[in-house]
């Protein structure tokens, strides 16, 4: 009889976790830490971060830049580009702690800056144009300047991510200093991309961060879609372009939340031929005009924004995701042992249904800079023109 041995796959390996405060409440760092240290099986070290939202309130109108860099010459000629670019109000390197585990990391700053935009803007007007900039501003840095990469540049929110196990990047980078009323975080274990600075999560643009657990396989295809609205992905990894993708959807074409995860997990077609009229044609159009833009793969994700917190698995539900509340705090985390270790009696638990998005918003008028991406935004852009399933070109513009 042969004796064959299987070396084992983890394949739903990856911690991610999430809380959020309705209310906007601060929730200290050692609860975040806790939720994705004790799923420490799910990593390898390659990897794990944490993004906080509501820790810069003294800076809360202007973009906090946190910068990657290995050299000086890359960190002056960031600065240099700042200066000429933008307003740039404080920066200062990150406050890290020696750590042993942790070998020659690169250098962090810190920037606070706004755009240079033109005077003649209307204020709505002004902001959609500082974001523009952003971007731009962001895609050059990572494309242009070797040694340099912006990991997140959101208003009153900060990334903090490396190599190393999460319990490591959180002593590191002391993010049981901070406090905030959204918190994600990630627990890697890189499968098909290389573990680095750079590769580990959350990703992010603006003010959306991400977490991801899983494989994108439609990666190329994603990137290639990506790429073609000025998009840059130089992180060498799938995560980046579903951050993209949610910026490009939400932000700049407009689509309500649900409908922009409908896109990324949509229904099968055999679910879409037995809709209703109006329902079909909303989720034919979906299919075929962001086809670019659907993701295929095992996944589950939690994204952030300056308003709300949402978790999405893939359309087979092939990686694990549950969700929490207790009163008005909402936990989501890779399996419910991350929410029972910092709420040991939660109001209610649920594992969301495949491709069906849990969306948790701050109530109205929490917090500076709030956003809600609830309903559909463009003037172009009607309940009754979405619901029928047609859309204008303006929509896809690009603007």
């Not at 820790?55 to 000629?77: C, R």
């Not at 959204?182 to 580990?200: K, S």
């Not at 990703?203 to 840059?232: A, C, M, P, Q």
Request: net charge negative; proline share 6%; aromatic share 12%.
């Amino acid at each position: 009889m042969w004796d064959i041995k299987i070396n084992s796959k983890d394949l739903s390996g990856c911690g991610i976790a999430g809380i959020i405060h309705k209310k906007g409440e601060l929730i200290p760092g050692e609860m975040i830490i806790k939720a994705i240290s004790c799923q420490y099986e799910r990593g390898n070290g390659l990897g794990a971060g944490f993004a906080a939202y509501g820790i810069y309130p003294e800076f809360k109108d202007y973009y906090a830049l946190h910068l990657m860099v290995n050299s000086k010459k890359a960190l002056e000629e960031v600065a240099e580009l700042l200066q000429k670019r933008t307003f740039l109000i404080f920066n200062e390197p990150i406050p890290t702690k020696n750590v042993a585990t942790i070998k020659n990391p690169p250098r962090f700053e810190r920037f606070f800056v706004k755009p240079r935009v033109s005077e003649e803007l209307l204020e709505g007007e002004a902001s959609v144009e500082e974001d523009n900039l952003m971007v731009q501003l962001v895609m050059e840095i990572n494309d242009k300047i070797e040694g340099a990469y912006v990991i997140s540049s959101g208003k009153n929110m900060g990334v903090f991510k490396g190599v190393g196990f999460p319990d490591e990047i959180a002593e590191f980078f002391r993010v049981d200093e901070y406090s905030a009323y959204i918190w994600i975080a990630h627990n890697r274990f890189p499968t098909n991309t290389p573990g680095w600075w750079g590769g580990a999560h959350p990703f992010t643009l603006l003010d959306w961060s991400i977490v991801h657990n899983g494989e994108i396989s439609s990666y190329g295809t994603n990137r290639r879609y990506i790429e073609l609205f000025g998009y840059k992905c130089t992180f060498l990894t799938d995560t980046e372009v579903v951050t993209y993708i949610l910026d490009l959807l939400i932000r700049r074409h407009g689509l309500p939340l649900e409908i922009a995860c409908k896109v990324m997990a949509p229904p099968f077609w055999m679910e879409i031929d037995e809709m209703e009229e109006e329902q079909r044609e909303l989720y034919e159009a979906l299919r075929i005009i962001y086809g670019g833009a659907m993701l295929n793969g095992p996944f589950a994700i939690l994204f952030a924004y300056n308003g709300g917190l949402v978790g999405l698995n893939d359309r087979v539900k092939l990686r694990p995701l549950v969700a929490a509340k207790k009163g008005e705090v909402y936990f989501i985390a890779s399996e419910e042992a991350g929410i029972r270790a910092i709420c040991s009696d939660p109001d209610m638990v649920w594992a969301p249904k495949a491709g069906e998005p849990v969306i948790i918003e701050l109530d109205e008028n929490t917090i500076p800079n709030q956003k809600s991406y609830l309903k559909i935004r463009p003037k172009e852009v009607t309940e009754d023109v979405l619901r029928i399933g047609y859309f204008p070109i303006s929509l896809f513009a690009g603007k």
